[in-house]
């Protein structure tokens, strides 16, 4: 069974402050993909970022940037210089490639507040 | 491009009712995901269906359904509302590679809000 742990649920900072957004993930599965998704107020769930588990490289893209180990593995996601309308609900998911846990497990959500 | 569309957005049903929800996918998008969502159990996956057949299953009860239709869209119906029903209700299209399932990622809808009273 597949299985996603956000063990914070609600972080505060002030604007420009960096936050990292923890996640850890359980999977036999040998090829599995990890997201990260933005849920605002709208509901609407949005795509961040997307890392394949036979790719450890770890990338910056603008203000984000993330973090995969294997070997503990975690995927954590850092928002650097952060900003009111970054405030929002944060969720991990993990589906491996193919079959029945192909769908997306989400973990709880972590509540992200900006204040200015 | 246009997203993935959910109708309606907010739907109010009495206990006992019958209630069907509609997605449309991202153009080109085969397979279309239901997820439900509630502040107590969070996120969780409903069916998923591709090309007019559902391919996964999630642990809900029977009286949840679905189904897809040629042009990819699909609707997902509850029948026998109960209270505990109410949640968002999220759908998710994604493209699935011809040789096998292959996760490009999932696009999300705005979802339906559905109150049970």
């Known amino acids: 069974a597949q299985k996603v742990t956000q063990a914070q649920t609600e972080i505060s900072v002030v604007e420009k402050e960096d936050v990292t957004l923890d996640c850890v993930y359980e999977?036999?599965?040998?090829?599995?993909?990890l997201f990260w998704y933005k849920q605002p107020p709208s509901g609407e769930l949005v795509f961040l970022i997307r890392?394949?588990?036979?790719?450890?490289q770890n990338e910056i893209s603008g203000r984000y940037s993330w973090n995969f180990q294997k070997s503990t593995s975690s995927f954590n996601f850092t928002i650097t210089a952060s900003q009111v309308v970054d405030s929002a609900v944060y969720f991990c998911?993990?589906?491996?490639?193919?079959?029945?846990?192909?769908?997306?497990?989400f973990g709880k959500g972590i509540t992200l507040s900006v204040r200015p | 491009k246009a997203g993935v569309t959910q109708t309606p957005r907010y739907l109010i049903k009495t206990r006992g009712q019958q209630v069907t929800l509609s997605c449309s996918p991202i153009?080109?998008?085969?397979?279309v995901s239901w997820y439900q969502q509630t502040p107590g159990q969070g996120l969780q996956f409903l069916f998923e269906?591709?090309?007019?057949?559902?391919?996964n299953k999630g642990n809900f009860p029977g009286r949840f359904s679905g189904r897809q239709f040629s042009n990819s869209r699909s609707e997902m119906n509850v029948s026998t509302l109960e209270l505990g029903d109410s949640a968002l209700y999220l759908c998710?299209?994604?493209?699935?590679?011809?040789?096998?399932?292959?996760?490009?990622?999932?696009?999300f809808g705005s979802g339906t809000r559905l109150t049970v009273v």
């Open positions: 998710a299209s994604r493209v699935i590679d011809r040789e096998g399932p292959y996760n490009y990622g999932y696009t």
């Open positions: 999977t036999r599965d040998t090829t599995y993909y």
């Open positions: 890392r394949n588990s036979f790719d450890e």
């Open positions: 998911a993990l589906s491996a490639s193919t079959g029945a846990n192909s769908k997306l497990t």
């Open positions: 153009s080109g998008h085969r397979s």
């Open positions: 269906y591709f090309s007019e057949t559902q391919r």
